[in-house]
């Protein structure tokens, strides 16, 4: 089965999306936008991975516009939601056209099209079903099956479809001309029709079995369809070959006038579209909220801090992703034109890592398109930069990160930082050392004396307090193995050095503590900020290679990369490692002409765990 059904391909997951490890869902983000009296926002599946597009047939067509009042989305037009179905083919062609409408970012049926196919025949499925279009009857159905792959059937041995269906071979009859099917559903029996796909001059109707039914407000429509190519006997054992099948499931979605979803509700439902509007829901855009807009979708403001007229406020709409399993996040969509410079950044791909509250993160692409090809060395350029970003625990000061590869990475300290009981700190960057911020929080911990106090990376610390209510000890751990033992006095900052890479005496933890307290005869530790990178970097070299990329050069801020040494070409339906989970797909469109060029895009392949999992 081809898999075109997925809203991600897109989207396949963002930097806001979470990183691996951390969290068991994702977030996939729009472009991001600032909160300004009188301007009105605009997503659509260019800018927002979060609804559905499918480019092979450059289908998706959903759009979110908000216009902004002073700070507020005003009821009922503040936050507007539109989508509208397109035609598109059915993988078994000679049935011809059905519609497809994304709505919430996800790929549904929205009747069939009654366009004769190429022979002059109404099509098959419009013309045998009595309710032909879902929108008038409000409802949505999703395609479970749309397959043109060719396989044989036995008898003894039938073809499963989804929601418990199976189509049997039952027999054919002596000439080997109809052949008697059965549609069971859990094993009971549905329906039973004749087949005559071997007949001389058979039709589309001769060929093509059909179950139809009454799904909610929709009248006997198809919902199953098989075509049969031929039918033989070998050996007495019956056979027919299948090229086509087509299904549609049987849980209806209700798009019905006034239904709600979050803030927003179905305002208007016309044969060809949905939209909705926020009203009786204002809603209010101030610093650092989560607003739950409609099913899975959400918007974002940043914890900016101070607002200015220079600085206001920053935010995005994301689209949650929980379901397990691999999710492709795409950019925006680009075209092959001889001669075009086209770019992605952190703010139009999800892809990239980005920091709403801090602004951090500016990973660029660049791909320079010649011909129908992206030449060596710098037909495409990767570039990112150290930023420097304070520690959560404000007393520290701030280091560097780096955005790489779509994550966020440690990369020095530099003179930024404040570490007491330091008066040194190397920069691991000289070296072109980057690693994971495992833990970076200001939040306030009370332990009992001996209580363990788990870190990343299997690292845990131990803290008991002295006798005397004013010192402690401090005990650090991995894999149960003592790493470090300090005696301390509080207030202090406690730090652990150690090796990454090359470089020694690099701090790898620290701890912000307060002094002991005592609360009725029992003394307590208090821990008020923790920091913490992963010992084991990444260590960026020169001409080192990533996927189709290698590194042209390490810079006091950044590095470059580009694609020495090895040119890609843009043909039809292709997916090619541009730099580990950084793909390029482009489409496989029927038609490429200088009016249709060739579209393709950047993804990030994100892998959501199971809960729980790592």
Not at 98 to 127: K, V
Not at 380 to 391: A, D, H, M, S
Not at 509 to 518: C, R
Request: glycine share 8%; with cysteine; aromatic share 12%.
């Amino acid at each position: 089965m081809k898999d075109r059904y997925c809203p991600f391909i897109v989207l396949f997951i963002s930097a806001a999306f979470f990183a691996a490890g951390t969290t068991d869902c994702m977030e996939v983000r729009g472009d991001v936008f600032q909160v300004i009296d009188g301007m009105s926002v605009t997503w659509d599946p260019q800018n927002f991975a979060g609804l559905y597009y499918d480019i092979d047939d450059d289908l998706g067509c959903e759009q979110i516009e908000m216009t902004i009042t002073g700070n507020k989305l005003e009821e009922p037009m503040g936050v507007r939601y539109s989508t509208t179905k397109q035609e598109r083919d059915f993988e078994f062609e000679d049935w011809g056209r059905y519609y497809s409408i994304g709505f919430l970012g996800e790929d549904y049926f929205a009747g069939y099209s009654d366009m004769e196919i190429w022979s002059g025949e109404m099509p098959r499925l419009y013309d045998v079903s009595v309710d032909t279009n879902t929108l008038v009857d409000e409802q949505l159905m999703k395609v479970l099956y749309d397959d043109d792959a060719e396989m044989t059937l036995a008898t003894g041995s039938p073809l499963q479809l989804e929601e418990g269906y199976e189509l049997h071979l039952m027999s054919l009859d002596i000439d080997g001309e109809k052949a008697y099917v059965e549609l069971a559903k859990d094993g009971q029996p549905v329906i039973q029709k004749v087949v005559q796909p071997s007949k001389y001059g058979a039709t589309m109707a001769d060929k093509t079995f059909y179950y139809k039914k009454t799904i909610g407000e929709t009248e006997d429509i198809v919902i199953i369809a098989v075509h049969f190519r031929n039918a033989f006997r070998i050996d007495g054992q019956d056979f027919v070959t299948i090229d086509g099948i087509f299904q549609l499931s049987e849980t209806a979605i209700a798009v019905e006038l006034d239904t709600a979803f979050d803030k927003m509700r179905i305002c208007t439902v016309s044969s060809d579209g949905i939209s909705m509007d926020n009203k009786d829901n204002a809603i209010t855009l101030s610093g650092n909220k989560d607003i739950s807009l409609m099913a899975g979708i959400h918007i974002k403001t940043a914890n900016q801090g101070d607002l200015t007229a220079e600085e206001p406020l920053r935010f995005y709409i994301y689209k949650e992703i929980a379901d397990p399993g691999l999710c492709k996040i795409r950019g925006a969509v680009q075209v092959v034109v001889d001669g075009s410079m086209v770019s992605w950044f952190p703010k139009t791909f999800s892809g990239f890592y980005y920091d709403i509250d801090d602004d951090l993160g500016n990973e660029q692409i660049e791909m320079n398109v010649w011909g129908n090809k992206l030449y060596e060395p710098d037909g495409v350029v990767y570039r990112t930069g150290r930023q420097p970003n304070e520690f959560e625990y404000g007393d520290w000061g701030c280091y560097f990160a780096m955005s790489f590869l779509g994550n966020s990475y440690f990369a020095g300290y530099g003179d930024r930082i404040s570490f007491d009981l330091m008066s040194t700190i190397p920069d691991t960057w000289s070296q072109g050392i980057i690693s994971r911020v495992l833990i970076d929080d200001d939040e306030s911990r009370v332990l009992e004396g001996g209580e363990i106090l788990p870190l990343g990376d299997n690292y845990t610390a131990v803290l008991t307090p002295g006798m005397d209510g004013k010192g402690l000890l401090l005990e650090l751990f991995k894999d149960g193995s003592v790493l470090d033992r300090a005696a301390l006095n509080p207030p202090c900052t406690y730090v652990y050095l150690a090796d990454l890479g090359d470089m020694g005496d690099v701090p790898l933890v620290a701890l912000g503590l307060k002094a002991p307290i005592m609360v009725d005869d029992q003394l307590y530790c208090k821990v008020e900020g923790i920091w913490q990178i992963s010992d084991e970097p990444i260590i960026l070299k020169m001409d080192d290679q990533y996927g189709f990329m290698r590194v042209a050069m390490i810079g006091d801020d950044g590095i470059v990369m580009d694609n020495k040494d090895n040119a890609i070409t843009l043909g039809r339906n292709k997916d090619i490692t541009l730099m580990d989970d950084i793909r390029i797909k482009t489409a496989d469109q029927d038609y490429i002409s200088a009016d249709n060029p060739l579209r393709f895009y950047i993804y990030k392949e994100i892998s959501v765990p199971e809960e729980g999992g790592k």
